[in-house]
């Protein structure tokens, strides 16, 4: 089991080695280079060359590369091209905002979804399973901007209750920093917690077809008890499953988010960057974003071969 | 009436109508639309009257003018985009389900290296080299999204490569060519056209999202994402202008959701019953 646990973490790190090849190759296939990118249509062939010089561009493309990903995985992305400042330095506090953002939705949106999920399975073809059905496929259908300037038209602007934008700052007491952020953490659990649902409700329902369930049932024990005590332990696996392949997609969904609610964090930095042609900031983002999805998807498996003793071992 | 020889529910019609009802919108958009796409007609976020039926936006354009050349710009690049990725994913994933196993390694681990970035960053990275324009746009979105239409061309295919008529076809000393695309491919295709229409629902998300980051199509064209930027603002002050081509979005893709789902549901039907407890 340890071998097979091994092989994952391992494929894990080779996926983010080929995926930042990936990511600093991008910028190789462009016509010209970045510093023609940056200069644009001004560039003289003296600027252009004293430019190339300053970026380092003048050595061999394996070099720089070899250089960008050790000074990378210690934490230094270079300088931002825009406006010279130390790219971890900028990264660090809003990599912490995006965390605490991220972690508040996640907390919110896991019990209920699984909550529910669960309310679902049970209540199958009732009333309540149809209501969740439906809402949950009308938040997945609608883009994530609609969902949060409806909250902000009733909550912030129509109710007063919360502000629309969600401004924090370092010294915030953590109850402000709470409220303040309240309605980008409801619009993302609302994003993943309808994903968690369908996909909990599915997989208690997977196992409610087996036999044994049936047996439980020709016991004459009520349904919610079939479903607490005999189908919910063995639908942990693909429920843990499920969880953090969500947490992964929150990832992707805070972009959006925080640049509706114009929060400081690593999402709107990424689309400032890709607005100013800022390579270097815009690949420091694309690694750190691509290194947690594929950590979340490592973890999501190994947490699956640990739960469900079948994966332990394969044939 | 029936369509591909099936009755459609309500659900299914409703979505038909839907469908229906933007596209013609989009076609016949400088018919239709009351004013000039680019037209400043009246004030700034002007409420709406009788001659701006949904009030005007950020710079006083009339906001349902814009909201029928959304429907063009929006629906088609979406629509490009998904054409562009289905003959591209298709065409590679049944070349690596005939092509032999090596051909199949080389184009399955370079998909799965690209889908373990999420898109939305992948497409962000290559739009900061290239910048945006119209055609980069749609060029970067069809070549990420057809990784996944790859993935499920390819398992479809490789159910139908082992099956006797395509040996025979081998035997008969077919090329490669043939047997893709008049032995797999018009097999291949009934699981596809659901694929589709998810597919397109995505990618419609997906250049809305971009351009509501402005890194999708940019003014002066006029587009859904791009109109919920430019009026975000106003939702501040209680102004609804934002939301209607936000609510637009919505209902093209609950539109098209709604008629996948219909189509599902036929192709589901002759595998038997689902396990009903």
Redesign the interface.
């Known amino acids: 089991m340890l071998r097979i646990i091994a092989t994952r973490v391992v494929l894990g790190i080779l996926?983010l080695l080929?995926?930042s090849i990936?990511?600093f190759a991008?910028?190789e296939?462009?016509p010209g280079d970045v510093a023609s990118?940056v200069l644009g249509q001004g560039a003289t062939p003296e600027t252009l060359r004293v430019f190339r010089k300053e970026l380092g561009l003048d050595r061999p493309a394996h070099v720089r590369y070899a250089e960008w990903f050790t000074g990378a995985i210690q934490g230094n992305f270079g300088k931002a091209l825009t406006n010279k400042r130390d790219i971890l330095t900028s990264i660090t506090p809003r990599l912490k905002n995006t965390l605490f953002l991220a972690g508040y939705a996640a907390l919110i949106a896991v019990p209920l979804s699984v909550a529910l999920g669960i309310l679902a399975a049970i209540n199958?073809g009732k009333l309540a399973d149809r209501l969740a059905n439906i809402i949950s496929?009308?938040t997945i259908?609608?883009?994530?901007?609609?969902i949060a300037?409806?909250l902000?038209?009733f909550f912030?602007?129509?109710l007063r209750y919360f502000p629309?934008?969600s401004t924090v700052f370092a010294d915030m007491p953590l109850s402000k920093k709470l409220h303040v952020t309240a309605l980008p953490a409801v619009t993302l659990t609302m994003l993943v917690a309808a994903h968690m649902l369908r996909m909990t409700r599915s997989s208690v329902?997977s196992i409610?077809?087996q036999p044994y369930?049936?047996m439980a049932?020709l016991k004459g024990l009520s349904r919610t008890r079939v479903v607490l005590t005999h189908a919910l332990p063995n639908a942990a696996a693909p429920i843990i499953t499920v969880i953090a392949l969500n947490l992964?997609y929150l990832?992707?969904g805070v972009?959006?988010i925080e640049?509706?609610f114009v929060y400081p964090g690593i999402g709107q930095f990424?689309?400032d960057?890709?607005?100013k042609?800022?390579?270097p900031v815009?690949?420091a983002?694309?690694l750190i974003?691509?290194g947690a999805?594929?950590t979340l998807?490592t973890v999501a498996d190994v947490l699956s071969i640990l739960v469900n003793p079948r994966l332990r071992h394969p044939v | 009436m029936r369509l591909f020889g099936h009755k459609p529910t309500t659900l299914a019609w409703v979505g038909l109508a839907i469908i229906g009802f933007f596209s013609l919108i989009a076609v016949l958009a400088p018919l239709l639309a009351p004013h000039e796409e680019g037209a400043v007609v009246s004030d700034t976020w002007a409420p709406a009257s009788g001659s701006f039926l949904l009030g005007t936006d950020n710079i006083g354009r009339d906001m349902l003018t814009r909201l029928m050349y959304g429907a063009r710009m929006t629906i088609g690049v979406a629509l490009t985009c998904t054409i562009l990725s289905f003959i591209i994913g298709t065409t590679l994933g049944l070349l690596a389900a005939v092509g032999g196993s090596l051909l199949d390694q080389v184009l399955s681990r370079s998909v799965d290296i690209m889908l373990s970035i999420p898109l939305l960053v992948f497409a962000l990275m290559i739009l900061s080299m290239f910048g945006s324009s119209i055609p980069t746009l749609i060029i970067t979105i069809a070549i990420l999204d057809s990784t996944r239409v790859f993935r499920l061309a390819r398992s479809v295919a490789l159910n139908l490569v082992v099956l006797d008529y395509v040996e025979a076809a081998r035997l008969r000393g077919e090329g490669l060519w043939w047997l893709m695309r008049r032995e797999i491919l018009p097999n291949a295709l009934p699981p596809m056209i659901s694929e589709f229409g998810l597919r397109f629902c995505f990618n419609f998300l997906f250049v809305a999202g971009l351009s509501f980051l402005g890194l999708g199509i940019q003014p002066p064209y006029a587009d859904w994402g791009g109109m919920v930027r430019e009026n975000g603002r106003a939702i501040a002050f209680g102004v609804s202008a934002p939301l209607w081509p936000a609510i637009a979005i919505s209902i093209v893709t609950i539109g098209v959701n709604l008629v996948v789902d219909w189509i599902l549901s036929i192709n589901a039907r002759p595998s038997g019953a689902s396990a009903e407890m």
């Open positions: 996926t080929a995926v990936l990511i991008a910028t296939i462009l990118a199958e496929l009308a259908s609608v883009p994530e901007f609609f300037y409806l902000i038209l912030a602007v129509k629309s934008l329902l409610m077809s369930i049936e049932f992964a990832i992707v972009v959006v640049v509706v990424m689309v960057g890709v607005s042609r800022d390579l815009v690949q983002c694309g974003f691509a999805f594929i998807n």
